[in-house]
Each structure stands twice: as structure tokens, then as C-alpha cells.
């Protein structure tokens, strides 16, 4: 158990995961003598050498279908997109081809291709470079979606991601990387689609992922003060998608908020919310509140950048309301 | 528009391959041949359904191609596949139970016509998103070259798919890190109706090599002996380390692109004139008058290829459907 | 007023428009020469020419980038996808660029550019060929989408496509293009983000849009003969989406069913739910039901793909649970 | 790397280009060096944030291409396009008030370094997915010639776009309807930390233009008039109706890639021997020695300059910043 970052704990994972099995290489955009744009893969280059640590051109599309035939090849590949505003360019190979073709071909192949790619805002880097794009990937059936918070969350997630079968779409947030936390050093594996109950209350639920549980970690904070005892949630992955936990809380608390960055419309808590309001009606006696980015792309200006994004203020605001 | 031929390839090749083997790739060429009219016939009486887009004319290509190739070289393909699946060495009965959407089918009814798969065979599939196959065939040759393995990988594709970004970015990838993959592109001229001159700048569509500085040739895909000849060179060279290859074999389909296409845009006097230049026919003519077959032996081939066609379509109809209750099994391994 | 097809009322829209204004051209694969792999452009270019009617390659990210500069330029360009399978090769054009661009550059351009594409399945098409993909439009601020169900609505919501300033998704239906009805002559423009209530009742409201329209409807017809009165409402559009008339009907009927095409899980009926939820959360007396696809790639065989596909047996079948 | 250079063409422009033309050729590099400058010391105080990618020691290529433009020509741009919008004749006030990320910036603060827009200058954007321009510059040049106008678009890009599809795509288009586009790759041999050579098969971008079948010309890029020159010649073309052409503009930027980039990939002897060739000196150096300017004039323009740029830098720092109730004003427009 050591106390090491974000990034820390993703570099950790690779090691080991490369270390233990030979099948296992990363590519994609400086990735290799750069360390990676977020120094994710920094050092992987000198240890295991050009074969396993592949820098690639500036071409997402076949970045990301290299990825999946040398998966279907034998390997595990791991291909890093720069960013998730550039893996648009590489959906199709994403949701046409990694994703449907162990079931068009009838379970004759499997494609276990790990795409990690970081997201998110709150730099300043504009409409382009500001997206959260995991309601794509959620809505994309034969694609798992792990989407980690915590360092040691980011080191078990990937590891097990390396393990099993299908392709995973890996969303690490460009805020998280310097974050740190413990991390169990060696052997650590986090099994897929179980959420995480950060912390435990009576009065409301608050369910999120990525950067989003922090910002609802500082406002349960908030709320104790004004004598709100919230539930906080950590889904760590969308597909599978852990409702269950999700439900028990509710049905103690009684009310929910679920907290995201992407765009409101048409996010990922809109299908959360859906689930629960599915599966806890009769428990529910205010409807889900979504706390989520504004419904425009991401502006350059710090003020107006902050003032689009979600905020441990706007989630104390709104449990408040629903008290 | 001038062939830039090769003849003494083809005339070596027509050297090299004994007699068997130019008899196996006479039966293969039936073979498909049959196949592909029995399918358009079970798709007018309704058996087949969805899209079914014919290989009839172009039988050549695959053939040709994958007789220069090893058994355990892959095969990655589009959505106008039966030919490439069957010339890698499926059966029909596996193929056509396919286009039946049966669970006998060689994905097991779930792909249909457009995602025939069998990694026995490594046939890695039929793709049917113009330009989709191209990465992954890269794919397969990092895959390949990583574990230090000897296969090579063939990848088909047709001309309407050059103006796709993702042509660019295999051959680029491929060219740059020497992956073991020729990239052979089915030049029939048309990429559905539109004439192939209205998609791309360059009609010498091997030409695209060049920048990538890796060898790029033009073959009479009409010819099953030269596209055989020019495969055979780039299947070695890609063996031998010294990367990927373009190879555009020109070639016609006799139908329409799907068989709900009318073929309006082309003119009876094309056709009339490519259907002159059928490579069966042509193959058979060689045969006969310069490696003394007599008409006896194919006339038997063609007859063993009837029955297995015949046999192909009685096991399509009477294989059972898929379970309803597996309809959403495959989707993950885990 | 005449009976003419969903085809025939968009291609007359587009004769309409072109006549109308010079600015209007239609570019794709396909819709010259052999008049759309659908006929929806079927003799345009004869009337039109080849200025107006443009056969491009198979080049989906450039078709639609083309059209992004050529709005940019003055145009009004329409760019028909072939299928909206194929719009994932251009959607960095769709979602980084024509709905960024004119907030990122401050309001200083616009991007009138209308996206012509089918989706949807049973046809046997497999699972690269039968996909709705309207959740991932819907999760683009500053992209309109209109979705029409009816003839008429194809021609009036075209016709306003091409007479707004934004960016707008259109999307059609395989399934739709034969199908008659009734089509104002002339000048016929539907506004954007009016839902149309098809059919009044007072027991549930169904909600849906595109060809899962007519499963409604027919749903509504069986279940009358069981007592149960069905209102059916039209969204026509997802964005704007106009959930104000949705929420009337719910405060009205207690009960709601949302059913589309798209993946049930992350789809639009998500956020339509969740809508509901939060504007009518005291009026329901039932969680909102979503009747959708599976969540797995479209099977070719047909047995496999109708179990697969929403149906009015399924509307039905939900509906009387809820009685 | 050998450069094929084409003295005669930069030589024919030294002669071409009156006093005054040539006067403001040089005050707009120096407007553009001194601007990129102020920006990097803008940003270690905290004044700009976020990406910053500058544009230092590349000046000949916006300013020689730029200056064979007309007003009325069309110019898009990437992430590193301050100085492409400043030669395209924007007020550096307007641009370092973007940068600080003001209400009164050319973008209205909501775009910042990577996005400057000015439909009135004709600057048509800097866009900040790799490759991305090249199709919006497509339909650009396509809206000109639907509209029968005289107007030619430049497309700036760096050799990192050269393998996304988009290039190809794009090229493919212009070059299939005759496009009045002139594609300018900025080749300043990275794509952030990566060497061309390892993420391209052809180090000599031009060449790409070939198999399009149009021209293709490799410049100095450090070298303004040259690079004036071959734009002034794909201009004529383009304007005529003759086509798109590809040129390759050799250059360096004599900065990391963005702010935050030390630069760690670059040997400090490669760098220097790139100083060296400071276009800007070079320019100044030709302008005293060949056109007989004397110190006193350019010594005044530079300190014209000078106080240009402190006046933007105080027209940013004093200018409000966006109103909050504003965040979702132009997300539509209707
Ligand atoms: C990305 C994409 N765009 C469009 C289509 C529709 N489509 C299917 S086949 C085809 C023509 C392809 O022609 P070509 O590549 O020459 O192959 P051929 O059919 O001639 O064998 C088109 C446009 C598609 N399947 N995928
Ligand atoms: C599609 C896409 N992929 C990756 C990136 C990240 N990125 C930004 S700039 C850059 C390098 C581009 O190099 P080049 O085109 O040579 O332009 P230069 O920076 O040298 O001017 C990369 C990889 C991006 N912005 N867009
Ligand atoms: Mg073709
Ligand atoms: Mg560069």
C-alpha cells in the first residue's frame, strides 16, 4: 500500500500487466519517447522497448483498427488515444467493429482490445478539447465502459481490463492524473461493474463517477454541515452498470442525485436516473436530480468554462432544495 | 483504359502450379461460380434475404490470391466475400447455410451474406463498412510480426473504398512499420453505380503506392494465373520481412451490385465485352489447349461441383434456425 | 392535399426548396445518377443538373466536412449519408466541428447545413447495417435533430431544415420510405420541437418517434379493444425536444411508455423518461416504461432480428401491466 | 534533409514586390515574432492559459502565402494559426485579447489560441482536431465555385495531418472537382515529439500530390519570398480554374510544441543550426543588401511594432471579461 497518483497508479498497472503477460503492448500518439501526452506510459518506453511501446502517427481511425486485429490476432493491445475528442475519428472502428463483431460472426472471435483515453474539462483548452463523451460509449451494446476515479480504482480497473475478454473503452479525466491516493502495491485487481460506496448516509444518495466524486465527496462535506447526511456513489464503470447498489441506497435515502460531466442531455445520468426510477419508484419521494455539464460546448474563458461545468456548490444547492 | 499486363508472370505461374493444383483452382473458380448463381436463384424464390452482393466475374481475384497464399495466412475481406470465404477453403454448405441465417451457418445465422468468419480457415471475416477491413488486416500483420510469426495477411477490398481515409492510413501504417499484409483492390470499375473515374482523381489505382514507397501493380484480374503470379511475389515479400504491397487487380462483376440492383448505369455493350474476357472460361481454354486437359476431366469437376453446390442448398434448408432464446448470446465473452 | 410515399414527400421537399432557393444543393453517394440508394433524390438531377446534385465518393468524412465549409461559404447544403451507419466515419465533422463551430468562434458564423441519413433496422441488413444512433445526435449541443415519422412531416420538417440557420440531423427511416399518407401540397413547413399528439386517450401516453410511431399506433388499436384508452405522441424532433407537450399528456394519463428503436440502454427514451420524471414526477402513478431494442448488435437472421426490435406486441404487453 | 529550393521563383518575387509590399512583408514577421513573444511571456505570468501553441520562426509561411492572397481569399487554419490570422490582417488587439480570453477577443473569449475567427478578415478559423480543416476548406472552395466567384481558399496544416484520412480525403475531392483550394503543409518536421519520418513512409510530403495528379512543390519555408512565390503561382492556378495544388513548406518552430513542452526531443544543435536561418533575418538581411532599405527604416517598423504589441496587451488586459449570463448565448441561433 503505497500513496502514489493517478497517473502513478495507471503507469503501475501497465508495468505489471506487461510484465506478466508477453501478449500485452501499448500504442498510439507519443505514447513511447514522449511518455505519453499525459505521462501516463512515461518510463515504459526504455524497459520494454519499441515492439510493446508503439508511437503511431497522427491517424486515430487505424490506430484504433490495428488495435482490434491484432487483438483478434491473439494479443492485448492497449491503444491510447491522446484524448477522447479524437476518438470520433476512430468510432466506427470502435462501435461498427470492436464492439458488434463477436456477435455478427457468430462468437467465433473476440476483440480483448483496451482503448484508454482521458477526458474531460476544466483547462481552459476549448470546445474541442473539452468533451465527455462516455454517453456514446455507454449506448454502444458488446463495449464494456470503465470509467475510474481513484488511483487505486484506476491501477484494479485497467488490470482487470487486461484479463477478460471483450473490449474496453478506458475514460481516465485530465483532472485526475496528479490526484493521489492508496494504492495496493502488486496483485490488485477490481472486478467489473461493481460500484463503490464512498461514503455512507442516510438523506440522499448522490451517484457518480470519474472527477464528478470528488466534487460530490466536497459537497456531502458541504451538506454535513447543514446537518444533510448524503450517500455518496462511485459507479467506477457503465457497462456493466452496478444499479444494484445504486437501488439499496436509494431505497435507505429515499432521494438522488446523480452527478456527471458530460452534457446534460442526453448523458449518462439520464439512463441512471432511468434505472432507478425503474427499479426504486416507490422508494423515491422527490424526483432524481441530475447535476451535469450545460447543454453547449465548452467555452475558453475560465469564468464562463467553470460557470458551464457541475460543482460541488451546484450539487449542495440542489440536495438542499430536495430536503 | 490500357491493361498494364504481366503475361510471363502469368506464364510462369502456369508453369510453376502442377496439374493438381491448376485442376484444385479450375474446381475453386466453379465452385464459386456455382455458388454465387444458386444464391441469386434461392434469393429470387426468398431463401436468402438482406443484402447478397454476387462475386460472379471476379472469381480470379480470390482465387488467384489465396492459391499464392499458405493455409495459415489470413484472409480479411468485404461484404462481397463468398468468393474470398470459399477460396480460403470453406464449405459451401457452411457459407450458404450462412446466407440462409441458419445455425449451421459459418457465423452461426447471426452475420448473414456480409460476415462470413471462420478462424480455422483464417478467414477473418467480411466487412461491410466500405474501407472498415483495412486497419484490422493491419492489425493482423502487428499481430503477426509481433509474436515473430511467419503468416502473411491478404486483404480485399474494392476501388470505391480508396477514397476513404482509412485506405490511407493502413497502407501508411503498414508501409511504415513494415507489416506483413498485401493489399489487393478489386478494380471492377464501379463502386455500386457510380463509375470509378467520378470517385478518384487517379484511375491507375495502384499508383497510391508509390508515395508510401511500397511496390504497387496493376494485374488482369481477369486472368487467375497473373493476379496468382503478382500475389505470390508479394506474399514473399511480405514473408520475407520486406513489408506490404498494392496490388489492383482489374476485374468486372457480372451482376448488379446487390441483387436488388438493376445494373442501369452500365451499357449492354460493357457487359457483352467483359463477359467475353470470364475467367473461367478463360482458365478452361488454357487448360485444354496449353496443359493438355481433356474435357472429360473438367467436365467432371464440373459435375462433382453441381452435386456439392446441390448438397450445399438441401443442408441450408433443412438446418434449424438459430434458438430464439439465444438471440442475445455472443454479445460478450464474459 | 394528396396520398403520396415518406420518399415521395421528401423529394418533393427538396424539388421545392431547390426551386426556391438557389443556395440549396444536395451532395452524397449515390444521389445523382442512381437517384439515392433509397430514390429519395430520384430525377434531381435531371431537373438540377450535376452543380446542384452531387455523386461524391465513398468519402463520409469529407462529404460532410464539405458541407460544413460550403454552409460556412453561404450555402445551404444538404449531404445525405447514405445510412447513418456510415455517419460514425464523419462524426468528428458532425460533433467537434459543425455544432462547435459557431459558439467556439463566438457567434461569428453558422453552419446551415441539413444531414440527410436513414437508419433503422428489419431488413435483414445485419448489425453493421441496421443501427439507430439518434441518442448519440441528441448528445450534441448545438446540433437540431428531427426525426419524422409521417409524410408529412418529412416534407414539413425538411422544408424548415432549410430555412433555419443551425446545423440539423435528419433522420429517416428504411422502413418509412413507402409509406403513404396524406401531404399538403406547396408551402408546407412544420415547425421544429412540436411534438404531434397522433391519437387522444386518457389511460396511458406513449411516446415515441420515427417508424416506432406506427408500432404505437397500432399497439393503441389493440389495446383499445381491451379497454385500455392510449394517447400516442409524435416527437417529430429530439432536439429541440419538445417535452412540454409530453408532460400535459402524463398529467393527464398517469402512465407513460417511451418506445424507440435505439439500444434501450443510454438511448433517447432515457432522457425522455427522465424528463417526464422531472416535470410530472407527482402525476405519474407508474415508473415510465421503455420499450426499445436489446442492447446487442442487430442479428441478420429474421427470427433473431424481430425478437430483437421493439414491437406493438411489446407496447401492448407493457401497457396492460401497467393497467 | 536536402531542400529542392527554387531560388528563381523567391528571386522573380524580390523583383516582383514593390518597396511598400515588401516594407509590410517584413512588418507583419516582425508584428508576428514580437506578438508570439509577448504571448509566451504573457503566458508564464498567468495572463493566458491553456493550449498556446506559437508560431515563432515559421512567420514565412503565413506571411509569403498570405501576401499572394487577395482580401477577398479564404484562409483556414489549425491550433497554431495566431500567426496566419495576424498576417490575414487581424489586429494583434483583437488576437491577444482571444488569448486572454476577453469579450472583445476576435473569438469573444469563447474560442481562445486554438479557435480565432474573423469572417470579415475572411479568416475562417483555427481548428484544433488534427486534420480537421481540410475538409471545411474542401467545402469552402466548393461554395466559390457553386457561386461562380473569383475567391481561392488557403488550407494550412502540419506534416502530422499528412497521415489522418481527412488529407487524403479532402485532396481526393478537390482534385476530383477541380477545387479552387491551395493545400499549405507547414512541415517543420514534428508532430509534437514525433519525427515525420516515424509517422510517415515519405519524408517528402509533396509527393502525396501526385498520385492526385496535382501539382506538388517542396519551398523553403524560411524563405518569405519563396514561399510567396509557389503560393502566388497555385493561386493564379486555382483562380483560373485549374485546380488545388500541395505545397510543402520546410520550416521549424523555434519553440516546443506548446507551452508546457520542453522540447526535450530536439538536439540544441539542431535548433541552432534552424536559428540560424531565422526568416526574419534572413528577410532583413535581403531587404538592406538586394532593395538597399537602410537600418533607420526598419529599425523605426520595428519599433512600430514594438508598441503595437504593447498596446494589445494592454487593450486584453483592460477589456472585460465575457458576461456570466452570456455562457450559452451562440450555442444557436435560432
Ligand atoms: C462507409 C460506407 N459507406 C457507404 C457504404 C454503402 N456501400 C456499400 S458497397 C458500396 C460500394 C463499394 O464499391 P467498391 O468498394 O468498389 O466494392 P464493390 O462493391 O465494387 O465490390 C457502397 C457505397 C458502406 N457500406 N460503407
Ligand atoms: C485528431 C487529433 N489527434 C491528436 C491531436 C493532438 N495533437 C495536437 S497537435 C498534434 C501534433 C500535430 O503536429 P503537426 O500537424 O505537424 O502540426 P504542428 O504542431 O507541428 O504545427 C497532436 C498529435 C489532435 N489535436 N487532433
Ligand atoms: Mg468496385
Ligand atoms: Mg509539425
Not at chain 1, 524497459?47 to 492485448?76: F, H, N, Q
Not at chain 2, 506474399?235 to 496490388?247: K, M, N, Q, T, V
Not at chain 2, 441483387?259 to 482458365?283: G, H, T
Request: aromatic share 8%; with cysteine; glycine share 8%.
Amino acid at each position: 500500500m503505497a500513496e502514489i497518483s493517478y497517473r502513478e497508479a495507471l503507469n503501475q498497472a501497465l508495468r505489471e500487466e506487461m510484465d506478466r503477460d508477453e501478449r500485452v503492448f501499448i500504442m498510439g500518439e507519443e505514447v513511447g519517447y514522449f511518455g505519453g501526452a499525459f505521462k501516463v506510459t512515461d518510463g515504459l518506453l526504455a524497459v520494454y522497448g519499441e515492439k510493446r511501446v508503439r508511437d503511431t502517427p497522427i491517424s486515430e481511425l487505424v490506430i484504433v483498427g490495428a488495435g482490434v486485429g491484432a487483438a483478434m490476432g491473439g494479443l492485448r493491445p492497449i491503444v491510447e488515444l491522446m484524448t477522447v475528442n479524437f476518438s470520433l475519428l476512430a468510432i466506427d472502428q470502435i462501435v461498427n467493429h470492436a464492439a458488434k463483431m463477436r456477435y455478427m460472426f457468430g462468437g467465433k472471435t473476440k476483440v480483448p482490445l483496451v482503448i484508454r483515453t482521458p477526458q474531460g474539462a476544466g483547462h481552459q483548452l476549448g470546445a474541442q478539447h473539452s468533451q465527455s463523451l462516455e454517453a456514446y460509449f455507454l449506448h454502444c451494446p458488446g463495449l464494456r465502459v470503465a470509467i475510474p476515479a481513484t488511483p487505486a480504482d484506476a491501477k484494479g480497473l485497467l488490470k482487470s481490463a487486461l484479463r477478460q475478454e471483450d473490449p474496453v473503452m478506458f475514460l481516465e479525466h485530465e483532472s485526475l492524473y496528479s490526484v493521489k491516493g492508496e494504492v495496493p502495491d502488486g496483485e490488485h485487481l477490481v472486478p467489473f461493474g461493481k460500484a463503490n460506496v464512498m461514503r455512507e448516509g442516510k438523506d440522499v444518495t448522490i451517484v457518480s463517477y470519474s472527477k464528478c466524486v470528488y466534487d460530490s465527496m466536497h459537497a456531502a462535506e458541504a451538506l454535513e454541515n447543514d446537518g444533510v447526511d448524503a450517500e455518496v456513489i462511485d459507479l467506477r464503470m457503465l457497462n456493466p452498470l452496478d444499479i444494484g447498489t445504486v437501488v439499496e441506497s436509494v431505497k435507505k435515502t429515499g432521494k438522488a442525485i446523480v452527478v456527471y460531466e458530460g452534457w446534460k442531455t442526453g448523458g449518462a445520468g439520464a439512463e441512471i436516473a432511468a434505472q432507478i426510477y425503474e427499479a426504486a419508484f416507490d422508494h423515491l419521494d422527490a424526483p432524481v436530480e441530475r447535476v451535469a455539464t450545460l447543454d453547449q460546448p465548452i467555452p475558453y474563458n475560465k469564468h464562463l468554462e467553470k460557470a458551464a461545468l457541475p460543482s460541488a456548490a451546484d450539487i449542495v444547492k440542489v440536495a438542499e432544495r430536495m430536503m | 483504359m490500357a491493361l498494364e499486363r504481366d503475361k510471363h508472370v502469368a506464364q510462369r505461374a502456369l508453369l510453376t502450379l502442377d496439374e493438381a493444383q491448376l485442376l484444385d483452382v479450375y474446381r475453386k473458380m466453379v465452385t464459386i461460380r456455382r455458388f454465387e448463381e444458386k444464391a441469386a436463384e434461392m434469393y429470387t424464390k426468398g431463401k436468402i434475404t438482406g443484402f447478397c452482393h454476387l462475386y460472379a466475374g471476379e472469381e480470379a481475384v480470390a482465387v488467384g490470391a489465396i492459391q499464392a497464399l499458405y493455409d495459415k495466412d489470413y484472409v480479411v475481406s468485404t461484404y462481397r466475400e463468398h468468393g474470398h470465404c470459399i477460396a480460403k477453403g470453406a464449405e459451401p454448405r457452411a457459407v450458404m447455410a450462412e446466407l440462409f441465417g441458419k445455425e449451421t451457418g459459418i457465423s452461426h445465422g447471426r452475420g448473414g451474406s456480409m460476415h462470413l468468419f471462420d478462424p480455422v480457415l483464417r478467414f477473418m471475416g467480411g466487412y461491410a463498412i466500405v474501407g472498415g477491413g483495412l486497419p484490422i488486416a493491419a492489425g493482423l500483420g502487428l499481430s503477426v510480426m509481433y509474436k515473430e510469426e511467419q503468416e502473411i495477411v491478404a486483404c480485399f477490398f474494392g476501388d470505391g473504398a480508396l477514397p476513404q481515409g482509412a485506405f490511407h492510413e493502413s497502407l501508411n501504417m503498414a508501409a511504415l512499420w513494415n507489416l506483413p499484409v498485401v493489399f489487393i483492390c478489386e478494380n471492377n470499375f464501379y463502386g455500386m453505380g457510380t463509375l470509378v473515374q467520378n470517385a478518384i482523381s487517379q484511375e491507375h489505382l495502384y499508383k497510391f503506392a508509390e508515395p508510401y514507397k511500397i511496390p504497387g501493380v496493376r494485374v488482369d484480374g481477369m486472368d487467375v494465373l497473373e493476379v496468382y503470379g503478382a500475389v505470390t511475389e508479394a506474399a514473399a515479400r511480405a514473408r520475407e520481412g520486406d513489408g506490404p504491397s498494392l496490388i489492383e487487380a482489374v476485374t468486372y462483376r457480372f451482376r448488379g451490385h446487390s441483387m436488388s440492383d438493376p445494373v442501369e448505369y452500365r451499357s449492354k455493350r460493357e457487359e457483352r465485352i467483359w463477359l467475353e474476357r470470364d475467367p473461367i472460361k478463360n482458365l478452361r481454354k488454357k487448360l485444354l489447349t496449353e496443359r493438355g486437359q481433356d474435357e472429360t476431366t473438367l467436365k467432371q469437376i464440373e459435375a462433382e461441383v453441381e452435386d456439392v453446390i446441390e448438397d450445399a442448398v438441401r443442408f441450408a434448408d433443412e438446418s434449424p434456425e438459430p434458438r430464439l432464446e439465444d438471440v442475445s448470446k455472443h454479445v460478450y465473452v464474459d
